[in-house]
């Protein structure tokens, strides 16, 4: 069975701070993926990875296929990066549904 | 491409009643996911459909079924509610076979009091 964690659970940091999530699960996956949710809202999805970095904006997401490890940085953090932040893991073709960690409330102080 | 999209988006309904939930995927993806958000469980996958045809089933009670049709809209349906069905439901649509890609949905925010 996959299991994914994530650290920290609660993040509170000031405006302009590196930051750091981190997600690490318990199986080989064929993909992983980081999700966004701002409070009341719905979710949205800000990664796919199978392999290596991606980035957008000030977003960047990595990932270990052998240490079974991912990361989200977000650069130059703004109070509208505050949100809940949740890695997911998968099998491909959706023939797995996802597995998900209990995700990351991140608060962004002005 | 229109994103997904979920209908309703809020829904209250009372103990014991049944409730349809709706999801149109975007258009050409092929399979869709349910999945539900509660605040003590967090996101938990319910089901997952490809070409009308349930793929893979989480880990919840019979109550709680899905289907989808020829155009690849979906509809879950969970009868006999009980009070800790309250809860988001998020579905989300991917290509298909060989695709990772999800795209989620806004939810439906189903109370039941």
């Known amino acids: 069975k996959n299991e994914v964690e994530q650290s920290p659970q609660n993040l509170t940091a000031q405006e302009g701070e590196f930051i750091t999530i981190n997600c690490s699960y318990s199986v080989g996956i064929s993909a992983l993926h980081w999700l966004q949710q701002h409070p009341g809202g719905g979710i949205v999805s800000l990664f796919m990875?199978?392999?290596g970095k991606k980035k957008h904006g000030r977003l960047i997401a990595t990932i270990n296929i052998q240490e079974k490890h991912s990361s989200l940085h977000i650069t130059a953090s703004h109070p509208r990066d505050s949100a809940v932040y949740i890695c997911a893991s998968g099998g491909g073709g959706g023939a797995d549904g996802l597995t998900f960690g209990k995700g990351t409330h991140l608060i962004i102080q002005p | 491409k229109a994103g997904v999209t979920q209908t309703p988006r809020y829904l209250i309904k009372t103990r014991g009643q049944q409730v349809t939930l709706s999801c149109s995927p975007i258009?050409?993806?092929?399979?869709v996911s349910w999945y539900q958000q509660t605040p003590g469980q967090g996101l938990q996958f319910l089901f997952e459909?490809?070409?009308?045809?349930?793929?893979n089933k989480g880990n919840f009670p019979g109550r709680f079924s899905g289907r989808q049709f020829s155009n690849s809209r979906s509809e879950m349906n969970v009868s006999t509610l009980e009070l800790g069905d309250s809860a988001l439901y998020l579905c989300?649509?991917?290509?298909?076979?060989?695709?990772?890609?999800?795209?989620f949905g806004p939810g439906t925010r189903l109370t039941v009091t």
């Open positions: 990875l199978s392999s």
């Open positions: 258009s050409g993806h092929r399979s």
């Open positions: 989300a649509s991917s290509p298909g076979l060989g695709s990772y890609e999800q795209y």
């Open positions: 459909y490809f070409s009308e045809t349930q793929r």
